[in-house]
């Protein structure tokens, strides 16, 4: 099974990495160099996203995976406000999740609104809100493949869609996990493959974006699963596929599953 989109503009946000060049130059380093980074220690403080976009009122309600999410959403989302969103979160907000199940064993009065944040698709949802989005939202957890899930899932609203905007959002594990990570989010604006037999028409395509595919294929001589997949720790996999699409001249790039393998293939780098 292969899918083809053509990836019109681009956008990310992680603590301490503002802009498309610092992302570019972060991303010759393991992790992004967010493991190693002041904020990734499990318990360390990290700062949260501005999210100055969104009105005050839902400004308050968003926890820090949603206001980071709203840095890469809000300006993505303003070249397409029609565009269906894919929303892709290994974990969703577990931070939060993990607090409110706290308090349940201990009896405790619990908050509506933490609890309507803490479900898998509230950041994405209240975003829509506060964004004004009337298209469709899918939210989906596919375990360390998130980004490969995502975009099988992105490719097919491009079928009834001329674009659609995912995303890949993973907040900083809580303290109980006992794992490192920050919180980061990354997303694309993908569009539909058009392709031309006009030379001249093919290549003004060409100048819109790379062109981005994913298939599948069975296990080669040699290949295992990814370890990953047994543990927490380790790389993000969503960075490896971000690192690959903004960073690196491989064509080519692939993920070992439980049973068989993802391989991404890209025309070029992504823009500045």
């Not at 498309?20 to 990290?46: K, M, N, T, V």
């Not at 820090?64 to 969703?92: C, F, I, M, Q």
């Amino acid at each position: 099974m292969q899918n083809a989109a053509q990836i019109l503009d681009w956008a990310a946000w992680a603590p301490g990495v503002a802009g498309r060049d610092a992302w570019r130059e972060a991303a010759s380093l393991p992790s992004f160099g967010l493991e190693s980074s002041p904020y990734a220690p499990p318990g360390a403080e990290e700062p949260s996203a501005k999210a100055a976009a969104i009105p005050a009122m839902l400004r308050r309600r968003l926890t820090p995976l949603g206001r980071a999410l709203a840095e890469v959403l809000g300006p993505l989302a303003a070249k397409a406000p029609d565009a269906p969103w894919v929303y892709a979160s290994r974990w969703g907000d577990a931070a939060l999740a993990t607090e409110l199940l706290t308090q349940a064993a201990r009896d405790e009065p619990l908050s509506p609104a933490k609890f309507a944040a803490s479900v898998h698709n509230g950041p994405a949802s209240l975003l829509s809100i506060a964004l004004g989005h009337k298209g469709a939202l899918t939210a989906l957890a596919n375990g360390l493949w998130g980004a490969e899930a995502a975009f099988e899932s992105a490719v097919s609203e491009l079928l009834q869609h001329e674009t659609v905007i995912l995303t890949v959002a993973e907040a900083k594990p809580p303290v109980d996990f006992d794992a490192p990570g920050v919180t980061h989010v990354w997303g694309l604006l993908l569009g539909r493959q058009n392709e031309s037999a006009d030379p001249q028409a093919w290549a003004k395509e060409k100048q819109k974006g790379p062109y981005c595919a994913i298939t599948t294929r069975p296990f080669e001589s040699g290949e295992a699963p990814d370890p990953r997949l047994a543990e927490l720790a380790g790389t993000p996999a969503d960075l490896e596929v971000l690192s690959w699409l903004i960073a690196s001249d491989a064509p080519f790039f692939t993920h070992l599953d439980r049973h068989a393998a993802w391989v991404w293939a890209k025309s070029g780098a992504l823009a500045r």
